[in-house]
């Protein structure tokens, strides 16, 4: 079994997958009198179905309305097995329409992505939108953030927010490659300042504000670190090797420096970073894994 169902307030369930590693996310279910509505897919058709089983075991309410929090694939690639509509932000729909399986089978050859299937959503919003199901979810985008297309769920009655990876828990290293370092510290702050208890990250385990806390801490560490090096003329993948990461080195997939730095360069030089270069931080990052040092 890949992953738990754990209630986190009445009718609100968050699907916890292992220790959060790549291409292995969160999702979650929020369970109403008349239906239930399903916050992202994961990225292949076994976890899916293990998924939907354990689903079923705490309710037999339709899946009517599907939630992606982002585009990226572990949470969008198995939209196709809940008979549902599936909503997001219009620039997270366009991400899953970019979301090739034959991309990433390359970057991921070891990864199981069985049953994978880009199933595009049906309704988008630019903003912010309101969904009822007995309680109230605020569906918003804070900005480019983790990517161009994030939205987080807030359910003010229950005090849970549903956070994509706007939130990636400690130990799991965030990721801001396809997005914005700056503006994944802006969303993380929005995000403490709503009245909630409990934080469901993207990937890693069950969080509170210490953790959107040491997320933001960890990025203004990027930040600053690959500033002063590009003041100092390093290119982006020399500046994220000469990094001296300290504790953060203990935390897993520390190698997503390497895409950190790329994106904060971008920013730094006020140009959107490259196609190219995405995929080329990508191969690096997954060139030295854990062992970068």
């Not at 090739?100 to 970057?107: D, N």
Request: charged share 25%.
């Amino acid at each position: 079994m890949h992953g738990k169902l754990v209630e986190v307030a009445d009718g609100v369930y968050a699907y916890i997958q292992g220790r959060g590693e790549w291409f292995v996310n969160n999702a979650g279910l929020i369970v109403g009198e008349e239906f239930s509505v399903v916050v992202d897919s994961v990225c292949n058709e076994q976890r899916a179905k293990e998924m939907i089983s354990q689903f079923r075991e705490v309710t037999a309410k339709d899946f009517r309305i599907l939630i992606n929090t982002h585009g990226h694939p572990d949470h969008v690639w198995t939209n196709h097995l809940f008979d549902a509509v599936a909503v997001a932000h219009e620039m997270g729909r366009q991400e899953t329409l970019m979301a090739f399986v034959e991309i990433y089978q390359s970057l991921f050859p070891d990864l199981d992505f069985s049953g994978a299937k880009i199933t595009p959503q049906n309704i988008t919003f630019e903003s912010r939108m309101k969904l009822y199901n007995d309680a109230e979810m605020q569906i918003i985008h804070p900005g480019v953030a983790h990517t161009r297309g994030d939205c987080y769920i807030y359910i003010p009655q229950k005090k849970v927010v549903f956070c994509g990876d706007l939130l990636f828990a400690k130990p799991c290293t965030p990721l801001a490659v396809g997005g914005s370092v700056r503006g994944s510290v802006n969303a993380l702050r929005e995000l403490l300042n709503l009245d909630a208890k409990i934080y469901v990250p993207g990937h890693g385990g069950l969080a509170g504000e210490e953790h959107l806390v040491e997320a933001i801490e960890y990025f203004e560490f990027v930040w600053e670190e690959a500033k002063e090096r590009h003041e100092r003329g390093m290119g982006w993948y020399e500046a994220a090797m000469d990094i001296d990461l300290g504790e953060y080195a203990k935390w897993s997939e520390a190698e997503r420096i390497i895409g950190n730095v790329a994106r904060a360069y971008a920013e730094i030089e006020g140009r959107e970073l490259e196609f190219a270069e995405i995929v080329e931080a990508a191969r690096k990052m997954l060139e030295y894994g854990g062992g970068r040092k």
